[in-house]
């Protein structure tokens, strides 16, 4: 069994291909054509296709368009109901509708060969779910913006399939109230989230009484999410105008307020379906503070979420939905991988002076302890939007300013915090609070008081760090740089941070490493088993 899975309609466009049960390929489109999540969520963007991604995909497996058994497109325009129906005020929505029953045949026009008959319309959120579940049984929860005509499902998977207990009709939506809160806040709204989950520790949730009454979870499953006078609570910032306290605490607020609804909505699926594990997809995944949460106050013992929560995975969820497989092994580094060859000929047409050192890994934690930043290229992309030790940006922990350093490296605010890469079997002795291990920071865990000293780099302004942790069997390379670094240092951590700057994708290929290299004050390029050093 061929399936081809699509998300296109709102952002982060992406392909993602299973055959015979196992996951092939997937990737976002931005990482092909280096526009950032691939395009702005509007109707009238929704006729783009994943072609970079869905062709890429393809020939990972050797397939012709013509070889698939199904497509699916993670979006069912026959669910959908007008905008102002649905208490939207998006004038324009109808384009989405009339592009996304046009999806067949747009995606074999895109894919020459391709049967627009084997084209299927997946619901947005059981794409999620899936996504999530990839073929497990227990329970599960989607939170995001919009999907069809609902911002919200709670469901179990069985042998049976996918049963829906809840899902929260529009206009009502935790993610659509986090959006309008990142615009008021002077942020790029569907894209900026997580700067105001960062920004909100430094807040204090003075906010809460109110919200408590405009935003709340019912008894049937779903949430009411009333209006918001955010001007009444905070002015509205400009963008690259100055955040002050008022735009701190409003942060602080709808962030708490956010976390006591899920752990609401998480109350009353267990409550229904008695299962030890919760799996987590939608955009609200991302927001790890709220994982956390939770993981340590929820009923479940065990919260797993998928690393590519955001729309980009409705691609693999609808791939897996119409696969119909037992359960999936799932790993992130999904995406393109370049050879030694590929990679030094990319070296030599740069014509950069570089080098094999004997290890790559010894080199890295050289120039890390000498207090260098590495940009650190190896194996295959991740899918998703996390940097897992395959696209990051390196330095030392131990160095306070190297917050401040990587920031303007990246060009990117300075209450933005950095995450620490620990080995797993180091990880409990420095990091509490939060589920371990944690190989896909997507928790955040307290830095113990002895620590927090000895790594303040990655310390966070209320004491917590997004931590990821590094099993040697399924990341050697990154290991064997983190032990290194160790025995250098007697540091078992440092700082990793996604490998491109304000604006841009994440790197994907060679070249964009190479461009990125030469654009930012980085002193060393681990690209492969090669290492490009800045000129002294």
Same mark, same amino acid.
């Given at each position: 069994?061929?399936?081809?899975?699509?998300? !296109?309609?709102?952002?982060?466009? !992406?392909?993602?291909?299973?055959?015979?049960?196992?996951?092939?390929? !997937?990737?976002?489109e931005e990482r092909f054509?280096?526009?950032?999540?691939?395009?702005? &969520?509007?109707?009238?963007?929704?006729?783009?296709?994943?072609?970079?991604?869905?062709?890429?995909?393809?020939? *990972?497996?050797?397939?012709?368009?013509?070889?698939?058994?199904?497509?699916?497109?993670?979006?069912? &325009?026959?669910?959908?109901?007008?905008?102002?129906?649905?208490?939207?005020?998006?004038?324009?929505?109808?384009?989405?509708?009339?592009?996304?029953?046009?999806?067949?045949?747009?995606?074999?026009?895109?894919? /020459?060969?391709?049967?627009? +008959?084997?084209?299927?319309?997946?619901?947005?959120?059981?794409?999620?779910?899936?996504?999530? $579940?990839?073929?497990?049984?227990?329970?599960?929860?989607?939170?995001?913006?919009?999907?069809?005509?609902? %911002?919200? $499902?709670?469901?179990?998977?069985?042998?049976? #399939?996918?049963?829906?207990?809840?899902?929260?009709?529009?206009?009502?939506?935790?993610?659509?109230?986090?959006?309008?809160?990142?615009?008021?806040?002077?942020?790029?709204?569907?894209?900026?989230?997580?700067?105001?989950?960062?920004?909100?520790?430094?807040?204090?949730?003075?906010?809460?009484?109110?919200?408590?009454?405009?935003?709340?979870?019912?008894?049937? #499953? #779903?949430?009411?999410?009333?209006?918001?006078?955010?001007?009444?609570? +905070? /002015?509205?910032?400009?963008?690259?105008? *100055?955040?002050?306290?008022?735009?701190?605490?409003?942060?602080?607020?709808? *962030?708490?307020?956010?976390?006591?609804?899920?752990?609401?909505?998480?109350?009353?699926?267990?409550?229904?379906?008695?299962?030890?594990? @919760?799996?987590?997809?939608?955009?609200?995944?991302?927001?790890?503070?709220?994982?956390?949460?939770?993981?340590?106050?929820?009923?479940?013992?065990?919260?797993?979420?998928?690393?590519?929560?955001?729309?980009?995975?409705?691609?693999?969820?609808?791939?897996?939905?119409? +696969?119909?497989? #037992?359960?999936?092994?799932?790993?992130?580094?999904?995406?393109?991988?370049?050879?030694?060859?590929?990679?030094?000929?990319?070296?030599?047409?740069?014509?950069?002076?570089?080098?094999?050192?004997?290890?790559?890994?010894?080199?890295?934690?050289?120039?890390?302890?000498?207090?260098?930043?590495?940009?650190?290229? *190896?194996?295959?992309?991740?899918?998703? &939007?996390?940097? @897992?030790?395959?696209? %990051?940006?390196?330095?030392?922990?131990?160095?306070?300013?190297?917050l401040e350093r990587l920031?303007?490296?990246?060009?990117?605010?300075?209450?933005?915090?950095?995450?620490?890469?620990?080995?797993?079997?180091?990880?409990?002795?420095?990091?509490?609070?939060? /589920?371990?291990?944690?190989?896909?920071?997507?928790?955040?865990?307290?830095?113990?008081?002895?620590?927090?000293?000895?790594?303040?780099?990655?310390?966070?302004?209320?004491?917590?760090?997004?931590?990821?942790?590094?099993?040697?069997?399924?990341?050697?390379?990154?290991?064997?740089?983190?032990?290194?670094?160790?025995?250098?240092?007697?540091?078992?951590?440092?700082?990793?941070?996604?490998?491109?700057?304000?604006?841009?994708?994440?790197?994907? %290929?060679?070249?964009? !490493?190479?461009?990125?290299?030469g654009s930012t004050p980085?002193?060393?390029?681990?690209?492969?088993?090669?290492?490009?050093?800045?000129?002294?």
């Open positions: 069994m061929r399936v081809l899975g699509i998300n !296109a309609i709102f952002h982060d466009p !992406a392909a993602a291909l299973v055959v015979d049960g196992r996951i092939v390929a !997937a990737a976002e054509s280096r526009r950032k999540h691939g395009k702005r &969520p509007v109707p009238f963007s929704a006729w783009e296709q994943p072609v970079l991604s869905a062709r890429w995909c393809l020939e *990972q497996a050797g397939l012709r368009p013509g070889d698939l058994d199904l497509v699916g497109f993670s979006y069912d &325009p026959s669910l959908v109901r007008p905008a102002e129906a649905m208490g939207l005020n998006d004038p324009w929505d109808h384009l989405r509708i009339m592009y996304a029953e046009q999806a067949p045949s747009l995606l074999a026009d895109a894919l /020459p060969g391709l049967d627009p +008959a084997k084209v299927r319309f997946v619901p947005h959120h059981v794409a999620h779910a899936a996504s999530a $579940l990839l073929g497990r049984e227990g329970s599960v929860l989607v939170c995001d913006g919009r999907g069809e005509r609902a %911002s919200h $499902l709670s469901g179990r998977h069985s042998p049976d #399939g996918l049963e829906i207990l809840a899902s929260q009709e529009l206009p009502h939506s935790l993610g659509l109230m986090y959006e309008d809160l990142t615009q008021h806040l002077g942020f790029l709204r569907s894209s900026d989230e997580y700067k105001v989950m960062a920004m909100a520790s430094y807040g204090k949730p003075r906010h809460l009484d109110l919200l408590r009454e405009a935003v709340r979870a019912t008894e049937d #499953g #779903g949430f009411v999410t009333g209006t918001i006078d955010w001007e009444r609570l +905070a /002015p509205a910032r400009a963008p690259h105008e *100055q955040w002050t306290q008022e735009h701190a605490d409003l942060a602080a607020s709808v *962030q708490r307020r956010l976390e006591e609804v899920l752990l609401d909505l998480t109350r009353w699926i267990h409550e229904r379906t008695g299962d030890r594990t @919760l799996m987590i997809a939608g955009g609200t995944g991302l927001n790890c503070v709220a994982n956390t949460v939770l993981s340590e106050q929820g009923p479940f013992e065990h919260v797993w979420v998928q690393p590519a929560a955001g729309d980009a995975g409705t691609a693999l969820g609808a791939a897996v939905h119409l +696969a119909r497989t #037992g359960p999936l092994e799932f790993a992130p580094d999904l995406g393109r991988e370049f050879g030694d060859a590929e990679i030094e000929e990319a070296l030599r047409t740069a014509r950069v002076p570089y080098e094999r050192p004997p290890d790559v890994a010894e080199a890295v934690a050289e120039t890390l302890a000498d207090d260098g930043i590495v940009a650190w290229f *190896q194996g295959r992309a991740e899918y998703g &939007p996390r940097a @897992l030790g395959h696209r %990051s940006l390196l330095a030392h922990p131990g160095r306070k300013a190297n920031n303007n490296v990246k060009g990117r605010e300075q209450f933005r915090p950095v995450a620490p890469m620990v080995l797993a079997d180091r990880a409990a002795e420095i990091f509490t609070r939060g /589920p371990l291990p944690s190989p896909y920071m997507l928790f955040v865990h307290d830095v113990t008081s002895a620590w927090q000293d000895r790594i303040p780099a990655v310390v966070h302004v209320d004491g917590t760090a997004r931590v990821q942790t590094v099993d040697p069997a399924a990341e050697p390379l990154v290991a064997r740089m983190l032990t290194a670094f160790e025995r250098r240092t007697g540091l078992p951590v440092v700082v990793n941070t996604s490998l491109n700057t304000a604006g841009r994708p994440m790197v994907d %290929s060679p070249r964009d !490493a190479l461009e990125c290299f980085v002193d060393l390029l681990a690209i492969g088993p090669f290492a490009v050093r800045r000129p002294s």
